[in-house]
T-cell receptor
Framework: DTAVSQTPKYLVTQMGNDKSIKCEQN?????MYWYKQDSKKFLKIMFS???????INETVPNRFSPKSPDKAHLNLHINSLELGDSAVYFC??????????????FGNGTRLTVT | AQSVAQPEDQVNVAEGNPLTVKCTYS??????LFWYVQYPNRGLQFLLK??????LVKGSYGFEAEFNKSQTSFHLKKPSALVSDSALYFC?????????????FGTGTKLQVIP
């Protein structure tokens, strides 16, 4: 009964390849996020979707494209992978509508290694 | 723009002693403040939050935090540290651009509890 689940847990690939990471939440939340954690453990938001609508799009290369088929799913597709994309990517969710100060619920992350 | 500072990269404390992990913030309006904990190879877990009301907030696993508006601080505390508290702790602040939340995380503080 995992609340926020990501697949795969580990992803090792070569430069130039295209890869996807999937995320699903069963909490009934209306908002989902992608965060990137670098090697120094610094966390930075990449994207946020509310009810399938993109609401936050930080300065992220166009090679990164999120897709939300429904409010329980948020996938991340990365084209032409580069060495600098190596990081841990976290999916998260929260309930925004009608709820102040909703905390984020995180998945366990996808460790992406680009060689 | 909002920001969060965690001035200590690492805090060492002996088991049984009180612990404090420091956090200061900067926002233009009233802050929503959070503490999260990250264990190795896991996602962040919500510990506690301050939205409004009492300045002393109690959270999970015996942790508490004190909101101090004049010092713009939100330090995390625990009266008696456990070895199992050893982890990475993140302070976070939230604002709502365009009606939707954007959470900014601090750089994290590694807590080491020494047996």
């Amino acid at each position: 009964d995992t609340a926020v689940s990501q697949t795969p847990k580990y992803l090792v690939t070569q430069m130039g390849n295209d890869k996807s990471i999937k995320c699903e939440q069963n909490l009934g939340h209306d908002t989902m996020y992608w965060y990137k954690q670098d090697s120094k453990k610094f966390l930075k938001i990449m994207f946020s979707y509310n009810n399938k609508e993109l609401i936050i799009n930080e300065t992220v290369p166009n090679r990164f494209s999120p897709k939300s088929p429904d409010k329980a799913h948020l996938n991340l597709h990365i084209n032409s992978l580069e060495l600098g994309d190596s990081a841990v990517y976290f999916c998260a969710s929260s309930q925004e509508s009608g709820f102040q100060g909703s905390p984020l619920h995180f998945g366990n992350g996808t460790r992406l290694t680009v060689t | 723009a909002q920001s969060v500072a965690q001035p200590e990269d690492q805090v060492n404390v002996a088991e049984g002693n009180p612990l404090t992990v420091k956090c200061t913030y900067s926002v233009s309006g009233n802050p929503y403040l959070f503490w999260y904990v990250q264990y190795p190879n896991r996602g962040l877990q919500f510990l506690l939050k301050y939205i409004t009301g009492d300045n002393l907030v109690k959270g999970s696993y015996g942790f508490e935090a004190e909101f101090n508006k004049s010092q713009t601080s939100f330090h995390l505390k625990k009266p008696s540290a456990l070895v199992s508290d050893s982890a990475l702790y993140f302070c976070a602040v939230r604002e709502k651009p365009g009606g939707y939340q954007k959470v900014t995380f601090g750089t994290g503080t590694k807590l080491q509890v020494i047996p």
